[in-house]
């Protein structure tokens, strides 16, 4: 696709509950990221995919993130037992490979409310 | 630790009134200065990449330049259109292991009246 996309663009979901959410790449992009982005706060990084590996886990705030990716294609994040901090917009980004100096293209972000 | 302050939190200007937005840095080993334009409910969208102190990078009423220790964001003579959050991000050399995940600043919230 021409950018990145994400799905659902929205989701309210109930305290405890199960929640994934979906980002394609752009075609042809080997590296992914995952931010949140809470209210007044700055981006704060989630995970790092290299192609279907993820190097770099190191920003999942807990065991209850997870994230997985197919080929060098979509990814999902996921969030078990949701809580209500977990309420924020997360923002999934690619770039070619990855090199350090490469911008990162957004996709328009999940909304997700967590009551 | 690498770390980016972004001053002012918000700017109201009237249409044409050139100001500049402050982006101040300490990374181990700078790779790139990156800025974000971010309008209400959207993703970032990528406005320039900076690499060296003395860059400079411009694109319509924007211009980006680069010290080694702060990037300054200029418009000239805004527009209300130009209204949005802009976000400053770094990426170092070595941050925790990490191939290229980005610092962000929490970002300058600018309003352009007409």
């Known amino acids: 696709g021409a950018g990145v996309s994400q799905s659902p663009s929205n989701k309210v979901t109930e305290k405890g509950k199960d929640v994934e959410l979906r980002c394609d790449p752009i075609s042809g992009h080997t590296a992914l990221y995952w931010y949140r982005q809470r209210l007044g706060q700055g981006l704060e990084f989630l995970i790092y995919f290299q192609g279907n590996s993820a190097p770099d886990k190191s920003g999942l705030p807990s065991d209850r993130f997870s994230a997985e990716r197919t080929g060098e294609s979509v990814s999902t994040l996921t969030i078990q037992r949701t809580q209500q901090e977990d309420s924020a917009v997360y923002l999934c980004?690619?770039?070619?490979?990855?090199?350090?100096?490469?911008?990162?293209?957004f996709g328009p972000g999940t909304r997700l409310l967590v009551l | 630790e690498d770390q980016v302050t972004q001053s002012p939190e918000a700017l109201r200007l009237q249409e044409g009134e050139s100001s500049s937005l402050n982006c101040s840095y300490t990374v181990s080993g700078l790779r790139g200065l990156f800025w974000y334009r971010q309008d209400p409910g959207k993703g970032p969208e990528f406005l320039f990449t900076?690499?060296?102190a003395g860059e400079e990078k411009e694109k319509e009423r924007l211009k980006a330049t680069l010290t080694k220790k702060e990037s300054f964001l200029h418009i000239t003579a805004p527009k209300p259109e130009d209204s949005a959050t802009y976000l400053c991000a770094v990426q170092g050399r070595n941050y925790g292991g990490s191939q290229g995940n980005l610092i962000f600043g929490k970002g300058t919230k600018l309003s352009v009246k007409p």
């Open positions: 900076l690499y060296s």
């Open positions: 980004a690619s770039s070619l490979v990855g090199r350090r100096g490469e911008t990162q293209y």
